[in-house]
């Protein structure tokens, strides 16, 4: 089973920065995808980002050049570098990882984008 720990959300003002951090318990070569979705009160959780093994990345029109996707292989961790953040970025933020077969996502954090 894989755990995925999610850290680095808060509060912060319009047009602020945030990192956020996912931390595997497997090896991330283990895996072919890693992403971060959002999901927003009452709305459906959508995909932020994601990056492949072989390192190519892919963004939501809604990020793409405030938001930046990234792992550390040595850490077993993924990024995702969050900048000129919107109220409307408001929202719970998790990690997914994929391998054959499995799914696993992580439990969340919560970022908060205030005007």
């Known amino acids: 089973q894989v755990q995925l720990l999610e850290s680095g959300g808060g509060l912060v003002q319009a047009g602020g920065s945030l990192r956020l951090s996912c931390a595997t318990s497997?090896?991330?070569?283990?895996?072919?995808?890693l992403a971060w979705h959002r999901q927003a009160p009452g709305k459906q959780r959508e995909l932020v980002a994601f990056?492949?093994?072989?390192?190519?990345?892919t963004y939501a029109d809604s990020v793409k050049g405030r938001f930046a996707i990234s792992r550390d292989n040595a850490k077993n961790t993924v990024y995702l570098q969050m900048d000129s953040l919107k109220p409307e970025d408001t929202a719970v933020y998790y990690c997914?990882?994929?391998?054959?077969?499995?799914?696993?996502w992580g439990r969340g954090t919560q970022v908060t984008v205030s005007s």
């Open positions: 497997a090896s991330i070569f283990t895996f072919n995808d």
């Open positions: 997914k990882v994929t391998k054959p077969m499995y799914v696993y």
């Open positions: 990056i492949t093994r072989g390192g190519s990345t």
